[in-house]
């Protein structure tokens, strides 16, 4: 008879480590057009509604696929969903190289932005699976702090890559490799805490401690109806707070470089700029994560704990208005790393309330619904951006940015609520 494999320790921690980086890779794979946008437009000679045609190209593959994605890890699990949508872009991410013109770019963002689609519900299904409700939003901002970290480092790796070859092409096959190299430790370590070789019986109690009930051969529940999702007052506080929240991240990863360079700033200063605020959403991460976290170790509920962190740094995000009026380099840097170390801690708890307030066979449904919602508002804000930086400037568009997060931070704290008496159908959780 084989013996059992020795257990991992902390091996939730490990899985959290796996998706931090495949989100870092996600983002490095992302910002290498917006790290190159001020070449390739010059090469072609792109304008900024050209530039926005291919971001608009990612975005509607990206706000459809987040839904059905979503749908895809509910149904095939965490670990193959993740699997196909990784092999899937990175494969996309080093054909990229080959694309001449805006039609190409616009057709391989587009094939690129249906796999990388599963990794806000992918990430967000495997916290609910590994962790408990008082380490899951500390999981999430590790993950999520990946894209923060991805979208920093892009430009030096593709600058360096740049330089090096003296073309752009080979950026695109540079880091489209990291995603092959993470494919292969996740198929080797992933698997349901349940069906886990390695992990340890007092951990997988940890795991589950407080939940309900999971069939004992650890085989996953089947996902609920989307109209049955929809029905929720709570799906549609992340619907139409996500549709509000996320445009300000996009403008800020795919557009500062070319708002630093309409600011006259060199090619250089406009890309490495990027570090400032990614820097602070990074921070903001886990300043986030950790405020809820300890409030629920007060003992708050978590909806509570989660709600008071987007009272306190969703308003503030009014501090961006003063970079409308400001050409000085260092006071824009700050003011953008401010402004972004307020939106992760808020987008930390977007990302971790579904793992809170539905179980997890719903989990992956749900963050897909509230990633349409975010690419809705995203496409809309894309094609604005691109025709008022143009026609007008980007004044307004700043302005926009530090005003409509607090709207969603009201949408959000209104409707995502626990509700009075238990859910009937089992879906929603007491949060």
Known sequence: MMNRPRPIPYLRWWIGGLLFLITIINYIDRQTLSALAP?????YHWDNTHFAMILIAFRISYTVMQTVFGRVLDWVGTRRGMGYSVAFYSIIAALTATANGLAGFCTFRFLLAAGESANNPGGSKAVSEWFPAKERAWAVALFDSGSSIGGAVAPFIVLGVYKWFGSWRPAFVVTASFGLIWLGLWLLIYREPGKHPRLAPEELEYIRRGRPAMPEDGTALAPPAIKKVLGYRQTWGLILGRFLLDPYWFFMAEWFGLYLASKGFSLERSVLGFWAPFLGADLGNFVGGGLSSWFIHRGWA?????????????????LLIPAAFSSNYWALLGLFAYASFAYAACSTMFLTLPTDVYRSNAVGTVMGLGGTGAGVGVLLSTLLIGIISDRVSFQPVIIAASIIPC????????LVRAPK???????????
């Open 302 to 318: 978590v909806g509570r704990a989660r709600r008071t962190v987007l009272a306190i740094f969703g308003p503030s995000m009014l």
């Open 421 to 431: 008496t238990p859910d009937a159908a089992g879906i929603i959780q007491d949060f």
């Open 407 to 414: 709207v969603a931070t009201l949408v959000f704290i209104s």
């Open 39 to 43: 070449i390739l437009e010059k090469e």
